[in-house]
């Protein structure tokens, strides 16, 4: 580690956790309908918009209609980008003259769009028309995100509110999410990459002759306001085939750190919007503890891991230093491993370095990172939300240690609570290891893997873990692009998505009805270090007793084999 | 479920209006009046106008008079750019690099710099170490018949030192300069 590795993690922390405060502040009041300064600004285009899709903007929705709102938008939003891609071919603003996507490729893809995952079976700059990066993949960069926060909000509600029947209006929160949460921070990370080299044009590819006379093709695009969505909205799609690692996705060490620190910051600022729902600052700070102690020994783990040379490389001829495959000399071996941590904790996806050749155990905490659920920090609206659901299954354990009804903010937990928690603790297990053995033990799906021995399993349990947390990174040398990939990978990022959504709305249906019981003494208190502990060794024991044996047979098997 | 189907209908088209369109278009707009350069692929034009490259995109250099660019698993392609994908695990990378440390290895300098041996995670990775570029250095000198020297002071010009990442060397802008410096003989 040198002096500007630090200066890094210095300015990566102090990025996204000192204007957490404040912006989460400000997505609750934005959320709540309350006055902020962007009001004048956008708030005739958001009265405008509840007019034009008659929107009753003062009408909450059941828990039901809520979550009937936003199937209906989802599903909306699925067959749009799905015709686009197939049809890019006939439509404007196609330079290149790409053709359509096949079907199970723009099934995939629309799929992962709307669950804002960004699995990317395709490569952008040789199979998406600018057109379909705008009108289909931006779009859903937003509103995927907003769906998340959508989600989150009506859970904070159900938690906050005392015998009530309605949860918000997602119609109003999804706007609002969009319009005020998203979109003005976005201009501001768009223009500051285009400063640092980010292409921002509707121009053709340009031809150059290079240096020594050989010719070479420049693509270019509307890059930058991709770019700045899919960061700031934890969705990952590159607007490039190799995402942040090509230099015109990600050109400085600059950049990167905009980027990287993009990538949570409304993640953890979301932390502080619960806060100030429930008006007890101190389950914020509590949950924030919680999940920087994970992101902490993750990131300890692989910076670690990362800055080992690999043996199988050892020659006297050949320079013995942290492994260089597949990263890129501006970001080096740092500003990698904190990308690679971040991005996984965060259901991002976007990549500066290729994970596939990453050392072993780094690979291993990328996987954890996402077979824990995204939780740590997560998806935006969607990591918090996950995170509480493990905030409840620790009170319920914790009530079980010391026999008493669980209770979680004066809202007891009973059976039908639990029964809902047990529900969303399948979806992983389910899309990982049911869909990822089929995919292993099927001799066509097996061979798409690209490395051999233990790593070629890694490969596809990596990609199920992908899908199934919505975050859409992959070890990429898996040759994901078929039928079966595209649609069973399409399938565990429905469940990943939806598998969580479902429930959650349900729960948050059935704790707004709840009364609140007047916390007591021995009412089991959710902020001190206790907790905070009791909390992360509930995410570990959950995630690492499902998964141990799958992560022995790839990534702990290819640690040992390479003698590291 | 029929009352949602309007709201649904109206607002993904409003979204898509909003943010697949006119948010893209201002960021246009404001980036091409800003900074019109980086908007437009930082591109290298030389003096008849004709456009030789992109700062930002690795180019491929081959022979003793020039700096070689960090290798490419996609061969320099940039419709698509792709990379190795190869694990730390898998004979071909060991073999691929130990067989191209034998070819680069020269005996006074020590061992190869291990930026020369690995390919990037774009295929387009501009830059190089400035270890990476001295390493070069002395082959580069005489094969251009320059002094050693002039060319360190070179290299020494065109290092960045980010204060928050490792210093790199442009291969292309140094290229380019050393065009200046010392023309390579057709």
């Not at chain 1, 319009?179 to 509707?202: H, M, S």
Request: net charge neutral; aromatic share 8%; glycine share 10%.
């Amino acid at each position: 580690m040198h002096s500007y590795d630090y200066v890094l993690l210095l300015a990566f922390f102090a990025l996204v956790l000192l204007p957490a405060p404040l912006l989460g502040r400000f997505y609750f009041k934005v959320m709540e309908g309350q006055r902020t300064w962007l009001s004048t600004l956008l708030g005739p285009l958001e009265r405008g918009c509840y007019r034009l899709a008659g929107v009753d903007a003062n009408k909450e929705q059941s828990w039901q209609q809520y979550t009937l709102a936003l199937l209906a938008f989802n599903l909306a939003g699925f067959v749009l980008v799905f015709t686009v891609l197939q049809l890019q071919g006939y439509l404007p603003l196609n330079p290149q003259h790409l053709a359509g996507q096949e079907w199970s490729l723009a099934f995939n893809t629309a799929v992962s769009f709307v669950t804002n995952t960004n699995w990317q079976s395709y490569s952008g700059e040789a199979s998406v028309s600018y057109l379909s990066q705008m009108l289909g993949l931006t779009v859903q960069n937003f509103v995927s995100a907003a769906t998340g926060l959508a989600v989150l909000v009506a859970l904070c509600r159900g938690i906050a509110r005392r015998s009530a029947k309605t949860l918000g209006n997602f119609w109003v929160d999804m706007t609002r999410a969009t319009l005020y949460g998203l979109l003005p921070l976005c201009l501001v990370l768009a223009l500051l990459l285009v400063w640092q080299g980010v292409p921002q044009t509707f121009a053709d590819y340009v031809h150059a002759l290079t240096l020594q006379g050989a010719d070479q093709t420049i693509p270019l695009g509307p890059a930058a306001s991709q770019i700045a969505i899919k960061q700031l909205g934890t969705n990952g799609g590159g607007f490039f085939g190799v995402n942040s690692a090509h230099p015109f996705e990600n050109p400085t060490a600059w950049s990167n750190l905009f980027e990287v620190a993009s990538i949570i910051l409304i993640p953890v600022a979301l932390v502080f919007t619960f806060g100030h729902y429930v008006k007890d600052m101190r389950q914020s700070r509590a949950i924030i503890a919680g999940m920087l102690a994970l992101f902490l020994i993750g990131g300890g783990t692989a910076l670690w891991s990362e800055h080992q040379a690999n043996p199988a490389l050892s020659s006297p001829l050949v320079e013995q230093s942290a492994p260089l495959e597949g990263k890129e000399s501006r970001f080096g071996t740092t500003a990698s491993v904190l990308w690679t941590v971040t991005t996984t904790a965060a259901s991002n996806g976007s990549v500066n370095n290729m994970h596939d050749s990453l050392n072993p155990l780094s690979g291993m905490v990328a996987l954890v990172n996402m077979m824990v659920g995204e939780v740590i920090f997560g998806g935006v609206g969607a990591g918090l939300y996950g995170m509480l659901l493990n905030v409840l299954i620790a009170v319920f354990l914790a009530g079980l240690m010391i026999g008493r009804t669980p209770e979680y903010l004066g809202k007891k937990l009973q059976a039908r609570e639990v029964q809902l928690l047990v529900a969303t603790l399948l979806v992983m297990p389910v899309g990982v290891l049911v869909l990822g053995a089929l995919a292993a033990s099927l001799p066509g799906p097996a061979a798409a893997i690209s490395n051999p021995g233990a790593h070629g399993f890694s490969q596809l349990l990596y990609a199920y873990t992908s899908a199934s947390a919505n975050n859409g990174s992959a070890f990429a040398g898996l040759g994901a692009n078929t039928t079966f990939h595209n649609v069973m990978i399409g399938l565990g990022m429905l469940i990943g998505r939806f598998g969580y959504i479902l429930p959650v709305l349900a729960l948050a249906g059935s704790l707004a009805l709840k009364k609140s019981a007047p916390v007591g003494q021995n009412s089991f208190p959710t902020h001190g270090p206790l907790f905070v502990t009791l909390l992360v060794v509930t995410i570990l024991l959950v995630g690492g007793l499902t998964f141990l044996p799958a992560l022995a047979l790839g990534p702990v098997t290819e640690y040992l084999s390479l003698g590291l | 479920m029929t009352t949602h189907i309007r709201p649904a209908l109206s607002l993904i088209l409003l979204m898509t209006l909003i943010t697949g369109a006119v948010y893209p278009l201002v960021v246009t707009g404001i980036a091409q009046v800003a900074f019109p350069d980086q908007a437009n692929g930082s591109l290298l034009r030389d003096g008849q106008g004709q456009v030789r490259g992109s700062q930002l995109i690795a180019q491929r250099f081959e022979g003793d008079a020039w700096f070689q660019s960090r290798p490419s698993a996609g061969d320099y392609a940039t419709v698509a750019s792709s990379a190795s994908n190869l694990a730390p695990s898998n004979p071909a990378l060991a073999e691929r690099v130990k067989s191209s440390a034998a070819q680069l290895y020269i005996e006074a300098q020590g061992p190869v710099p291990l930026a020369l041996l690995t390919t990037s995670g774009s295929g387009l990775d501009p830059h190089l170490s400035p270890a990476a570029v001295a390493y070069q250095l002395p082959r580069v000198a005489a094969a251009r018949k320059v002094a050693p020297e002039a060319l360190q002071l070179l290299v020494e010009q065109s290092t960045l030192h980010p204060l928050i990442g490792p210093p790199v060397v442009n291969v292309l802008a140094l290229n380019s300069a050393l065009e200046r410096l010392a023309p390579a003989s057709k």
